[in-house]
Protein backbone atom coordinates (compact mmCIF):
# COMPACT_ATOMS: atom_id res chain seq x y z
CA UNK A 1 0.00 0.00 0.00
CA UNK A 2 1.37 3.22 -1.02
CA UNK A 3 1.34 5.54 2.16
CA UNK A 4 -1.05 7.89 2.24
CA UNK A 5 -0.53 11.71 2.37
CA UNK A 6 -1.42 13.42 5.77
CA UNK A 7 -3.48 16.85 5.97
CA UNK A 8 -4.08 18.05 9.84
CA UNK A 9 -5.85 21.25 10.68
CA UNK A 10 -5.93 22.07 13.98
CA UNK A 11 -7.94 25.35 14.95
CA UNK A 12 -7.72 27.03 18.26
CA UNK A 13 -10.55 27.46 20.35
CA UNK A 14 -13.26 25.87 18.01
CA UNK A 15 -16.65 24.81 19.65
CA UNK A 16 -17.61 21.17 18.97
CA UNK A 17 -20.83 23.19 17.87
CA UNK A 18 -19.74 25.62 15.88
CA UNK A 19 -20.06 23.82 12.14
CA UNK A 20 -23.66 24.05 10.37
CA UNK A 21 -22.98 19.92 9.75
CA UNK A 22 -22.95 20.19 13.96
CA UNK A 23 -26.10 21.45 13.99
CA UNK A 24 -25.19 25.40 14.59
CA UNK A 25 -27.68 27.34 12.00
CA UNK A 26 -26.32 30.78 12.49
CA UNK A 27 -22.78 29.75 11.21
CA UNK A 28 -22.47 29.20 7.37
CA UNK A 29 -19.99 25.95 6.53
CA UNK A 30 -20.38 24.46 3.36
CA UNK A 31 -16.93 23.37 2.63
CA UNK A 32 -16.66 21.65 5.95
CA UNK A 33 -19.92 20.69 5.73
CA UNK A 34 -18.91 19.02 2.46
CA UNK A 35 -15.67 17.59 4.33
CA UNK A 36 -17.90 15.77 6.71
CA UNK A 37 -20.46 14.15 4.06
CA UNK A 38 -17.62 12.84 2.13
CA UNK A 39 -15.99 11.35 5.45
CA UNK A 40 -16.79 10.19 9.13
CA UNK A 41 -17.56 12.64 11.96
CA UNK A 42 -16.86 12.36 15.30
CA UNK A 43 -19.78 13.73 18.06
CA UNK A 44 -17.36 12.56 20.64
CA UNK A 45 -14.09 13.43 20.27
CA UNK A 46 -12.10 14.50 22.97
CA UNK A 47 -9.25 16.88 24.22
CA UNK A 48 -6.33 15.78 26.05
CA UNK A 49 -6.98 18.84 28.30
CA UNK A 50 -9.58 21.73 27.80
CA UNK A 51 -6.75 24.27 27.00
CA UNK A 52 -4.80 25.57 24.49
CA UNK A 53 -0.80 23.93 25.18
CA UNK A 54 -1.83 21.31 27.06
CA UNK A 55 -3.87 19.89 24.34
CA UNK A 56 -1.61 20.43 21.80
CA UNK A 57 1.21 18.76 23.78
CA UNK A 58 -0.68 15.97 24.49
CA UNK A 59 -1.72 15.84 20.30
CA UNK A 60 1.78 16.08 19.39
CA UNK A 61 3.57 13.65 22.13
CA UNK A 62 0.92 11.01 22.68
CA UNK A 63 1.19 11.13 26.47
CA UNK A 64 -1.23 12.82 28.26
CA UNK A 65 -0.31 16.85 29.24
CA UNK A 66 -0.05 15.11 33.07
CA UNK A 67 2.36 12.45 32.12
CA UNK A 68 4.01 15.92 30.94
CA UNK A 69 3.40 18.36 33.67
CA UNK A 70 2.13 20.83 30.73
CA UNK A 71 -1.66 21.24 32.46
CA UNK A 72 -2.48 24.72 31.39
CA UNK A 73 -1.79 27.30 29.18
CA UNK A 74 1.76 28.57 28.70
CA UNK A 75 3.18 30.64 30.35
CA UNK A 76 0.02 29.62 32.71
CA UNK A 77 -0.97 32.13 35.78
CA UNK A 78 -0.03 33.34 38.96
CA UNK A 79 -1.54 32.07 41.86
CA UNK A 80 -4.06 34.54 43.84
CA UNK A 81 -5.97 34.96 46.77
CA UNK A 82 -9.06 33.63 45.25
CA UNK A 83 -7.84 30.06 44.97
CA UNK A 84 -7.80 27.89 48.00
CA UNK A 85 -4.98 25.34 46.44
CA UNK A 86 -2.08 26.81 44.71
CA UNK A 87 -1.14 25.61 40.90
CA UNK A 88 1.66 23.00 40.69
CA UNK A 89 4.71 24.07 38.78
CA UNK A 90 4.73 23.53 34.93
CA UNK A 91 6.57 22.65 32.24
CA UNK A 92 7.50 25.62 29.79
CA UNK A 93 8.66 22.91 26.73
CA UNK A 94 8.55 19.41 25.11
CA UNK A 95 11.91 18.43 26.12
CA UNK A 96 14.03 16.23 22.98
CA UNK A 97 13.97 13.12 24.64
CA UNK A 98 10.19 13.04 23.90
CA UNK A 99 9.70 11.91 20.36
CA UNK A 100 6.76 13.83 19.04
CA UNK A 101 4.28 13.49 15.66
CA UNK A 102 7.04 15.04 13.56
CA UNK A 103 9.66 12.90 14.22
CA UNK A 104 7.74 9.75 13.85
CA UNK A 105 6.08 10.50 10.73
CA UNK A 106 9.69 11.37 9.22
CA UNK A 107 11.36 7.86 10.38
CA UNK A 108 8.47 6.60 8.49
CA UNK A 109 9.20 8.22 5.50
CA UNK A 110 7.30 11.21 5.52
CA UNK A 111 8.53 15.29 4.59
CA UNK A 112 6.68 17.16 7.06
CA UNK A 113 5.60 20.74 7.23
CA UNK A 114 4.47 23.07 9.97
CA UNK A 115 2.29 26.10 9.45
CA UNK A 116 0.84 28.51 12.10
CA UNK A 117 0.74 28.18 15.84
CA UNK A 118 2.82 26.27 17.72
CA UNK A 119 2.48 27.00 21.46
CA UNK A 120 4.31 24.31 23.18
CA UNK A 121 7.62 26.23 24.30
CA UNK A 122 9.69 27.95 22.31
CA UNK A 123 12.85 26.20 22.61
CA UNK A 124 12.92 23.56 21.30
CA UNK A 125 10.75 24.69 18.75
CA UNK A 126 9.17 22.65 15.68
CA UNK A 127 12.03 22.27 13.71
CA UNK A 128 14.02 20.75 16.33
CA UNK A 129 10.96 18.73 17.08
CA UNK A 130 11.13 17.27 13.13
CA UNK A 131 9.46 18.87 11.23
CA UNK A 132 11.24 19.77 7.71
CA UNK A 133 9.71 23.06 6.69
CA UNK A 134 8.49 25.39 9.58
CA UNK A 135 6.60 28.79 8.66
CA UNK A 136 5.44 31.13 11.79
CA UNK A 137 3.87 34.29 12.31
CA UNK A 138 5.65 37.03 13.94
CA UNK A 139 3.72 37.48 17.12
CA UNK A 140 0.43 39.59 17.12
CA UNK A 141 0.30 39.73 13.44
CA UNK A 142 -2.28 36.91 13.11
CA UNK A 143 -4.81 39.39 14.24
CA UNK A 144 -5.36 42.20 11.17
CA UNK A 145 -8.90 42.18 9.92
CA UNK A 146 -8.47 42.70 6.10
CA UNK A 147 -10.64 41.94 3.16
CA UNK A 148 -8.35 39.54 1.43
CA UNK A 149 -6.42 37.92 3.93
CA UNK A 150 -9.61 37.27 6.76
CA UNK A 151 -9.50 38.31 10.42
CA UNK A 152 -6.54 35.65 11.78
CA UNK A 153 -4.45 35.14 8.57
CA UNK A 154 -6.43 32.18 7.59
CA UNK A 155 -5.34 32.70 4.09
CA UNK A 156 -1.70 33.44 4.57
CA UNK A 157 -1.32 30.28 6.23
CA UNK A 158 -3.48 28.02 3.84
CA UNK A 159 -1.18 29.80 1.10
CA UNK A 160 2.14 28.49 3.07
CA UNK A 161 0.64 24.96 3.67
CA UNK A 162 -0.23 24.55 -0.14
CA UNK A 163 3.10 25.68 -1.05
CA UNK A 164 4.03 22.73 1.13
CA UNK A 165 2.19 20.23 -0.57
CA UNK A 166 2.90 21.57 -4.07
CA UNK A 167 6.44 21.00 -3.41
CA UNK A 168 5.87 17.54 -1.71
CA UNK A 169 3.67 16.40 -3.66
CA UNK A 170 4.80 13.31 -4.76
CA UNK A 171 4.51 12.86 -1.73
CA UNK A 172 4.15 11.14 1.08
CA UNK A 173 4.06 14.25 3.48
CA UNK A 174 2.47 14.94 6.38
CA UNK A 175 1.46 18.83 6.57
CA UNK A 176 0.44 20.00 10.33
CA UNK A 177 -1.44 23.76 9.65
CA UNK A 178 -2.38 25.70 12.87
CA UNK A 179 -4.75 27.79 12.72
CA UNK A 180 -5.11 30.67 14.63
CA UNK A 181 -9.23 31.02 14.46
CA UNK A 182 -11.02 31.31 16.12
CA UNK A 183 -9.56 32.36 19.36
CA UNK A 184 -9.80 36.16 20.77
CA UNK A 185 -8.89 38.49 19.78
CA UNK A 186 -11.52 38.37 17.16
CA UNK A 187 -10.81 40.01 13.39
CA UNK A 188 -12.79 39.13 10.58
CA UNK A 189 -13.56 40.62 7.10
CA UNK A 190 -15.99 43.66 7.66
CA UNK A 191 -18.04 42.67 4.71
CA UNK A 192 -18.04 38.94 6.61
CA UNK A 193 -19.36 40.61 9.68
CA UNK A 194 -21.94 42.68 7.80
CA UNK A 195 -23.39 39.97 6.68
CA UNK A 196 -23.78 37.41 9.33
CA UNK A 197 -25.18 40.14 11.80
CA UNK A 198 -28.38 38.28 12.99
CA UNK A 199 -26.18 35.55 14.22
CA UNK A 200 -25.23 34.74 17.64
CA UNK A 201 -21.83 36.95 17.62
CA UNK A 202 -21.23 38.06 13.80
CA UNK A 203 -17.62 38.29 14.01
CA UNK A 204 -17.59 34.55 15.81
CA UNK A 205 -19.37 33.66 12.95
CA UNK A 206 -17.31 35.55 10.29
CA UNK A 207 -14.37 34.09 11.60
CA UNK A 208 -15.60 30.80 11.04
CA UNK A 209 -16.75 31.17 7.26
CA UNK A 210 -13.45 32.78 6.57
CA UNK A 211 -12.00 29.63 8.07
CA UNK A 212 -14.13 27.32 5.91
CA UNK A 213 -13.47 29.29 2.67
CA UNK A 214 -10.02 28.10 3.41
CA UNK A 215 -10.57 24.81 3.80
CA UNK A 216 -12.49 24.94 0.27
CA UNK A 217 -9.35 25.88 -1.22
CA UNK A 218 -7.26 23.14 0.39
CA UNK A 219 -9.85 20.62 -0.94
CA UNK A 220 -9.94 22.51 -4.22
CA UNK A 221 -6.13 22.31 -4.58
CA UNK A 222 -6.01 18.95 -3.47
CA UNK A 223 -8.36 17.56 -6.17
CA UNK A 224 -6.82 19.69 -8.91
CA UNK A 225 -3.59 18.36 -7.85
CA UNK A 226 -4.80 14.55 -7.75
CA UNK A 227 -4.21 13.76 -4.16
CA UNK A 228 -7.37 13.77 -2.53
CA UNK A 229 -7.52 10.03 -3.02
CA UNK A 230 -4.72 9.31 -1.26
CA UNK A 231 -4.66 11.90 1.08
CA UNK A 232 -5.67 11.70 5.08
CA UNK A 233 -7.43 14.62 5.83
CA UNK A 234 -8.09 15.46 9.65
CA UNK A 235 -10.14 18.85 10.52
CA UNK A 236 -10.40 19.38 14.36
CA UNK A 237 -9.77 22.03 17.59
CA UNK A 238 -7.91 22.34 20.38
CA UNK A 239 -10.42 22.48 23.25
CA UNK A 240 -13.83 23.03 23.54
CA UNK A 241 -15.43 26.64 22.50
CA UNK A 242 -15.09 29.87 24.97
CA UNK A 243 -18.61 30.35 26.49
CA UNK A 244 -18.02 33.33 28.96
CA UNK A 245 -16.87 36.93 27.96
CA UNK A 246 -13.28 37.33 27.88
CA UNK A 247 -11.06 40.34 27.29
CA UNK A 248 -12.82 42.75 25.25
CA UNK A 249 -15.62 40.41 23.93
CA UNK A 250 -18.80 40.95 25.41
CA UNK A 251 -20.14 37.71 23.32
CA UNK A 252 -18.24 34.64 22.31
CA UNK A 253 -19.61 31.20 21.22
CA UNK A 254 -22.14 28.63 23.05
CA UNK A 255 -21.16 25.23 23.19
CA UNK A 256 -25.17 24.15 23.29
CA UNK A 257 -26.20 21.70 24.60
CA UNK A 258 -22.83 20.84 26.54
CA UNK A 259 -22.06 22.63 29.54
CA UNK A 260 -19.46 25.02 29.90
CA UNK A 261 -16.50 25.42 27.96
CA UNK A 262 -12.57 26.20 26.92
CA UNK A 263 -11.01 25.65 30.47
CA UNK A 264 -13.77 23.20 32.33
CA UNK A 265 -13.56 19.56 32.44
CA UNK A 266 -17.16 19.61 31.47
CA UNK A 267 -18.24 17.90 27.99
CA UNK A 268 -18.12 22.18 26.54
CA UNK A 269 -14.53 22.21 27.48
CA UNK A 270 -13.34 18.81 26.64
CA UNK A 271 -15.42 17.91 23.26
CA UNK A 272 -14.15 19.34 19.95
CA UNK A 273 -15.21 18.65 16.19
CA UNK A 274 -13.67 16.21 14.18
CA UNK A 275 -13.97 14.94 10.79
CA UNK A 276 -11.78 12.44 9.21
CA UNK A 277 -11.35 11.90 5.20
CA UNK A 278 -9.62 9.61 3.82
CA UNK A 279 -11.87 8.01 -0.26
CA UNK A 280 -12.00 4.39 0.04
CA UNK A 281 -10.80 4.25 3.48
CA UNK A 282 -13.11 6.06 5.67
CA UNK A 283 -16.78 5.77 4.79
CA UNK A 284 -18.46 8.87 3.84
CA UNK A 285 -21.04 10.25 5.29
CA UNK A 286 -21.14 7.98 8.50
CA UNK A 287 -21.65 9.62 12.07
CA UNK A 288 -19.92 7.95 15.34
CA UNK A 289 -20.08 8.65 19.15
CA UNK A 290 -16.91 6.36 19.36
CA UNK A 291 -14.96 8.33 22.13
CA UNK A 292 -11.77 9.21 20.86
CA UNK A 293 -8.82 11.61 22.64
CA UNK A 294 -6.56 13.51 20.77
CA UNK A 295 -3.58 11.58 22.24
CA UNK A 296 -4.56 8.80 20.29
CA UNK A 297 -3.46 10.54 17.10
CA UNK A 298 0.68 9.57 16.95
CA UNK A 299 -0.24 5.68 16.98
CA UNK A 300 -3.34 6.42 14.63
CA UNK A 301 -1.59 7.64 12.11
CA UNK A 302 1.06 5.50 11.94
CA UNK A 303 -1.46 2.52 11.78
CA UNK A 304 -2.97 4.27 8.75
CA UNK A 305 0.69 4.61 7.31
CA UNK A 306 1.89 1.02 7.61
CA UNK A 307 4.28 1.70 10.30
CA UNK A 308 4.19 0.52 13.90
CA UNK A 309 3.06 2.42 16.99
CA UNK A 310 6.20 2.78 19.34
CA UNK A 311 5.20 1.26 23.04
CA UNK A 312 4.86 3.54 25.74
CA UNK A 313 2.53 6.23 25.05
CA UNK A 314 -0.84 6.92 26.63
CA UNK A 315 -2.33 6.79 23.13
CA UNK A 316 -4.15 4.09 21.33
CA UNK A 317 -4.79 3.90 18.19
CA UNK A 318 -8.51 4.15 16.15
CA UNK A 319 -7.83 2.94 12.85
CA UNK A 320 -9.32 -0.22 12.42
CA UNK A 321 -12.29 1.88 14.03
CA UNK A 322 -11.87 4.48 11.02
CA UNK A 323 -11.97 1.83 8.75
CA UNK A 324 -14.87 0.36 9.38
CA UNK A 325 -13.73 -1.83 11.66
CA UNK A 326 -13.89 -1.85 16.33
CA UNK A 327 -13.38 1.24 18.04
CA UNK A 328 -10.78 0.87 21.05
CA UNK A 329 -12.45 0.53 24.26
CA UNK A 330 -10.90 2.44 27.54
CA UNK A 331 -11.60 4.51 30.13
CA UNK A 332 -10.50 8.11 29.47
CA UNK A 333 -8.86 9.93 32.58
CA UNK A 334 -8.05 13.70 32.58
CA UNK A 335 -5.97 15.93 35.35
CA UNK A 336 -6.37 19.85 35.42
CA UNK A 337 -5.08 21.14 38.55
CA UNK A 338 -5.36 25.04 37.40
CA UNK A 339 -8.25 27.64 38.30
CA UNK A 340 -8.67 29.39 34.76
CA UNK A 341 -8.99 32.60 33.11
CA UNK A 342 -12.52 31.50 32.08
CA UNK A 343 -13.82 29.99 35.87
CA UNK A 344 -12.63 26.63 35.57
CA UNK A 345 -11.78 24.99 39.13
CA UNK A 346 -8.90 22.15 39.95
CA UNK A 347 -10.82 18.99 38.76
CA UNK A 348 -9.71 15.11 37.54
CA UNK A 349 -12.39 13.65 35.14
CA UNK A 350 -12.85 10.08 33.88
CA UNK A 351 -15.14 8.80 31.11
CA UNK A 352 -15.88 4.95 31.88
CA UNK A 353 -18.81 4.29 28.97
CA UNK A 354 -21.43 6.49 29.61
CA UNK A 355 -20.23 7.38 32.87
CA UNK A 356 -18.90 10.92 33.61
CA UNK A 357 -16.98 11.50 36.96
CA UNK A 358 -15.85 14.98 37.94
CA UNK A 359 -13.90 15.41 40.97
CA UNK A 360 -13.28 18.93 42.35
CA UNK A 361 -9.80 19.26 43.72
CA UNK A 362 -10.06 22.46 45.81
CA UNK A 363 -13.31 20.40 48.11
CA UNK A 364 -13.82 16.63 48.81
CA UNK A 365 -16.26 16.49 46.46
CA UNK A 366 -17.21 14.25 43.07
CA UNK A 367 -20.26 14.75 40.49
CA UNK A 368 -21.58 12.09 38.51
CA UNK A 369 -22.87 11.81 34.76
CA UNK A 370 -24.84 9.86 32.24
CA UNK A 371 -23.97 10.93 29.12
CA UNK A 372 -25.77 8.68 27.51
CA UNK A 373 -28.92 10.25 28.94
CA UNK A 374 -27.83 13.75 30.17
CA UNK A 375 -25.19 15.33 27.53
CA UNK A 376 -25.64 18.52 29.56
CA UNK A 377 -24.70 17.07 32.80
CA UNK A 378 -27.45 18.97 34.39
CA UNK A 379 -28.71 16.31 36.56
CA UNK A 380 -25.48 15.08 38.89
CA UNK A 381 -26.07 11.18 40.08
CA UNK A 382 -23.50 11.18 42.95
CA UNK A 383 -25.47 10.72 46.02
CA UNK A 384 -27.83 8.05 43.72
CA UNK A 385 -24.32 5.82 42.78
CA UNK A 386 -22.15 6.22 45.62
CA UNK A 387 -20.35 2.77 44.62
CA UNK A 388 -19.49 4.11 41.32
CA UNK A 389 -18.55 6.96 42.37
CA UNK A 390 -15.89 5.25 44.79
CA UNK A 391 -14.91 3.19 42.62
CA UNK A 392 -13.94 5.71 40.02
CA UNK A 393 -12.30 8.11 42.18
CA UNK A 394 -10.14 5.13 43.74
CA UNK A 395 -9.57 4.42 40.17
CA UNK A 396 -8.47 7.96 39.15
CA UNK A 397 -6.32 8.62 42.00
CA UNK A 398 -4.42 5.49 40.91
CA UNK A 399 -3.78 6.54 37.16
CA UNK A 400 -2.60 10.09 38.66
CA UNK A 401 0.27 7.86 40.71
CA UNK A 402 0.77 5.87 37.89
CA UNK A 403 1.47 8.81 35.89
CA UNK A 404 3.09 10.97 38.13
CA UNK A 405 0.64 13.66 37.65
CA UNK A 406 1.27 16.80 40.13
CA UNK A 407 -1.07 17.49 42.77
CA UNK A 408 -2.29 20.79 44.28
CA UNK A 409 -1.00 22.36 47.87
CA UNK A 410 -3.38 24.37 50.03
CA UNK A 411 -3.21 27.98 49.65
CA UNK A 412 -1.94 29.68 52.94
CA UNK A 413 -2.82 33.36 51.37
CA UNK A 414 -6.30 31.87 50.46
CA UNK A 415 -9.49 34.83 51.13
CA UNK A 416 -12.33 33.05 51.44
CA UNK A 417 -14.75 35.61 50.46
CA UNK A 418 -12.83 35.70 47.50
CA UNK A 419 -12.93 32.58 46.71
CA UNK A 420 -16.48 32.12 47.25
CA UNK A 421 -17.31 35.42 44.54
CA UNK A 422 -16.08 33.94 41.93
CA UNK A 423 -16.18 30.47 42.59
CA UNK A 424 -19.57 29.66 44.50
CA UNK A 425 -21.73 32.65 44.73
CA UNK A 426 -21.90 32.72 40.42
CA UNK A 427 -20.95 29.05 39.23
CA UNK A 428 -19.93 30.28 35.67
CA UNK A 429 -20.13 26.63 34.50
CA UNK A 430 -23.88 26.92 34.52
CA UNK A 431 -23.40 29.93 32.86
CA UNK A 432 -25.74 29.16 28.99
CA UNK A 433 -24.87 32.18 26.89
CA UNK A 434 -27.59 30.88 24.44
CA UNK A 435 -30.17 31.07 26.53
CA UNK A 436 -29.50 33.33 29.22
CA UNK A 437 -31.80 36.40 30.20
CA UNK A 438 -30.29 40.05 30.76
CA UNK A 439 -29.86 39.27 34.64
CA UNK A 440 -27.93 36.25 33.76
CA UNK A 441 -25.67 38.42 31.34
CA UNK A 442 -25.45 40.98 33.99
CA UNK A 443 -24.02 38.48 36.44
CA UNK A 444 -21.96 37.20 34.08
CA UNK A 445 -20.22 40.49 32.93
CA UNK A 446 -19.99 41.53 36.78
CA UNK A 447 -18.46 38.29 37.40
CA UNK A 448 -15.64 38.87 34.33
CA UNK A 449 -14.67 42.02 35.82
CA UNK A 450 -13.88 40.16 39.42
CA UNK A 451 -11.89 37.79 38.03
CA UNK A 452 -10.25 40.40 35.20
CA UNK A 453 -9.11 42.11 38.68
CA UNK A 454 -8.01 38.49 40.35
CA UNK A 455 -5.81 37.07 37.41
CA UNK A 456 -2.31 38.02 36.41
CA UNK A 457 -0.35 36.08 33.96
CA UNK A 458 3.13 35.18 33.68
CA UNK A 459 5.21 36.60 31.52
CA UNK A 460 6.65 34.09 28.97
CA UNK A 461 10.49 33.46 29.55
Same mark, same amino acid.
Given at each position: ?N????????C??L??N?????????HV??NL????A????FTS???????C???R??L?????PA?????T????????????V???????N???E???????LK???????????W???R??????H?????Y????????????????????????E??????????????????????HI?????????A????????V??????T???????????L???????NTV?????????L?V?????????H????R??K??V?????R???????PG????GR?????????D??????? =??G?? *??P??? /?????????? !? $? &????? =??WH? *???T?? /?????????? !? $? &???????D????E???????????ND??A?Q??R???????L???R?E?GA???A???D??????R??Y??????R?D??HA??D??S?????R??????????R??
Amino acid at each position: MNKPNIVFVLCDDLGVNDLRCYGRADHVTPNLDRLAAQGTRFTSAYASQAICSASRAGLLTGLNPARLHMTTFLPGRRNAASQRVLHPEIAMNIPLEIKTLPRHLKEAGYATGFVGKWHVGRDPGPSEHGFDSVYYLEEGRETTPSATEGGKAEYELTREALAFVESHRNGPFALYLGHYTPHIPYSAKPELVAKRRDAFEPVYAALIETLDDTIGLMMERLDAWGLAENTVFVFTSDNGGLHVPESTHARVTHNTPYRAGKGYVYEGGQRVPLIVRWPGHVPAGRVTDAPVNNIDWIPTLLD =LAGAA *PPPGLD /GVSFAAGLQG !G $D &WPERP =LYWHF *PHYTNQ /GGRPCGAMRD !G $D &WMLVEHYDEDRAELYDLANDTGQQNDRAAEQPERVRAMRAALAAWRREIGAQENAPNPDCREEAFRRLYVDVDPSRFDPLHADHDEWSAIHAWRTDMDGAVARKRQP
